[in-house]
């Protein structure tokens, strides 16, 4: 973590593009900040409805704003996502000037980060990774975690831009997709947390164990955490709805953690558990549901 003295950017406007459940809540307290001008893009521009609202340009011609801006930021759901508009005709890797920063802030494989710098790299402009932790409470509250990798000088002009959206920001090095691997690997950690919960939940029900009191017992006496208790109070009430994180995209990171470790062959027997949990659920019909339904398919299973 950086403990600098606070200075401002040294970049007065920047480009958004993703104004999903995370994204529109972390543009939105980038432009109150008035630290910066900001343009912003999405794929459905209605969804940037309330970003214009909030003193945003809306950018249509998108070649031509990032022809026009030193930075970017891109809030995406996958790899195909941030490729599509990294790597199309008139996309970021065409019109970004030389020189232009990226900052890439969703959870992306870290293969995919290598290729991504390396192309960058050689149009003569920066890749920044800064992923986060945090659902969109935290990032509408601007309280994320923020992991931020690349080189000193960009971070440098980015990181009073990202504490905007979460603080603190910790530096892991100067490879973008240092940042990466730590958001696979706490997200599986988080599911983890979850297989346990959902597990202790579905043998609770069973022997008339009320699962709320259960998980406010558990908390007081062993963890502390408040996202062990957000997490058993949404399976002890089975609030899958509305998600803060769909389960398809809890299975796309357990499957970037699985192919990380397959590359070194690194066994993860959690991983496959939890592969075949978010799987069964979204055959169930839970694909849009938050990943904490893996709760509703372990009462499934149980009978």
Known sequence: ?????????????????GAGNMGLPMA????SSNKIRLSVHNRTPGRLLPLEKAGARRSDDLSRSLSETPLVFTMLADDAAVRDVAERPGGILDKLPAGGIHVCMGTLSPTFMDMLSEKHQQKGQ???SAPVFGRPDRAKAGTLTIIAAGPTAALDSVEPLLKTMGSPVFRVGDTPSRANYIK???NFTLGGLLETLAESLALARKV????GQ?????????YHSPVFRAYGQIMAEEK??????????G???VRLVLREADKLDVSLPLGDILHAGFLAGIHRGYGEWDWAALGRVRDDDAG
């Open 1 to 17: 973590m950086n403990e600098n003295s606070e200075k401002p950017s040294n970049i007065s406007e920047a480009l958004w593009i």
């Open 28 to 31: 939105s307290n980038l432009i």
């Open 126 to 128: 920066v890749l920044v």
């Open 184 to 186: 696979i690997l706490g």
């Open 208 to 211: 008339g164990v009320s699962p």
């Open 214 to 222: 259960l998980i406010e017992i558990l908390d007081t006496a062993l």
């Open 240 to 249: 899958f709805e509305p998600a803060g994180f769909w389960m398809r995209l």
């Open 251 to 253: 299975l796309k990171d």
